[in-house]
């Protein structure tokens, strides 16, 4: 499991309707089971969404390492938007705070 940092004045992205909404424009399909958001695409057998928090945003992921290298890496891609348009944070941004946290902790 991932936790994700929201940019602040993003807080609403991670709403459960807001979610829910970039979910199913990110993968196509989404499901709600419990608070938790289900959605499956490319190499994601399937993903969970859900907000830890009022400026935390998790999500779980389950890989299916037997797809096709272009299927891979499109769904990387896919994944990558489907975080910035719910942190409000690029890729590069969040691997810089992930780098900054790491060496924090």
Not at 19 to 42: D, I
Request: charged share 35%; hydrophobic share 30%; no cysteine.
């Amino acid at each position: 499991m991932n936790e994700y940092e929201v940019r602040r004045g993003h807080q609403e992205n991670i709403a459960p309707e807001k979610l829910k909404e970039h979910m199913q424009e990110a993968f196509g399909n989404v499901e709600q089971k419990g608070e938790r958001f289900v959605s499956s695409y490319g190499a994601l057998k399937e993903l969970r969404a859900w907000q830890s928090g009022k400026n935390m945003l998790s999500v779980d992921t389950q890989m299916d390492p037997s797809v096709p290298d272009d299927v891979a890496q499109k769904t990387i891609k896919v994944y990558n938007l489907f975080l910035e348009k719910a942190t409000g944070y690029t890729s590069k941004e969040r691997g810089k705070r992930a780098q900054k946290k790491a060496k924090k902790g």
